[in-house]
């Protein structure tokens, strides 16, 4: 079976040209990783009751996923002479992945994927070179190079991916064929007698509450309890 490399794609081409030269679109690694971490986290608070035993815990936000891993670069084998290859010519490659960009303002997007096993797109956070072989010119000739790459995902992503149920949080929904205000009450909100909440929050664009246009795009707002008027629909 042939070699699968590891390669770090460049996903903000207007990042593409650097004050110090061209960032190629795709850095292929020499060597692959002998190993990687994926690390996720999430932020919780702590409420303070008096009195109990132990304090009450608030899941507040979740944080990026970061991937974090060591590549390997060597080139002895051009020799160790005068005309020995600079393992810089490599490395400096992957530390411009941190620096700020002219054109962007900011570090840019990337893809670190690894075959069919691996494929994670975010920034570097930051890399560390650490050369440990040279000529007796001084030029290094072997390096490892620590990569972390901190997740970036849009808004609209990470929206799309977390698809909260909670009747207590709004979220975005497009109307099917077929489908009423009361039907998606009852799905959304697990009571149909709440179709008015629905018509209300999207009195922009639903013109009439008993012909939904299927493609419409809506919001199932925040509930509460229902209305006595919503209550006496069903008595």
Excluded at 31 to 38: D, G, I, K, Q
Excluded at 80 to 91: E, L, N, P, S
Aim: hydrophobic fraction near 35%; charged fraction near 30%.
């Amino acid at each position: 079976m042939p070699l699968t490399r590891a390669v770090i794609e460049v996903l903000d081409k207007k990042a593409l040209t650097t004050s110090e030269g061209n960032l190629p679109p795709r850095i292929e690694v020499q060597f692959n990783p002998t190993e990687y971490t994926l690390t996720k986290g999430a932020q919780i608070a702590e409420i303070a009751i008096p009195g109990i035993d132990s304090p009450i815990l608030q899941f507040v936000r979740g944080q990026n996923e970061k991937l974090s891993l060591e590549l390997f670069f060597d080139t002895t084998e051009d020799g160790m002479g005068a005309t020995a290859t600079d393992v810089r010519d490599w490395t400096k490659r992957i530390y411009q992945l941190v620096k700020i960009q002219p054109r962007t303002h900011a570090p840019p997007r990337v893809r670190f994927s690894w075959g069919q096993g691996l494929s994670f797109v975010g920034v570097v956070e930051n890399v560390q070179q650490k050369f440990t072989l040279f000529n007796p010119r001084g030029v290094p000739l072997r390096a490892t190079v620590t990569v972390s790459f901190r997740e970036y995902k849009t808004l609209e992503k990470q929206l799309e991916e977390l698809n909260l149920q909670s009747t207590d949080h709004t979220k975005r929904r497009v109307v099917k064929r077929g489908e009423t205000l009361s039907s998606i009450a009852a799905e959304e909100l697990d009571d149909a007698r709440l179709w008015r909440r629905i018509a209300e929050e999207n009195a922009a664009v639903i013109a009439n509450p008993r012909r939904l246009r299927p493609g419409t795009e809506i919001t199932i707002p925040l509930i509460g309890e229902p209305s006595q008027e919503e209550k006496d629909e069903t008595s």
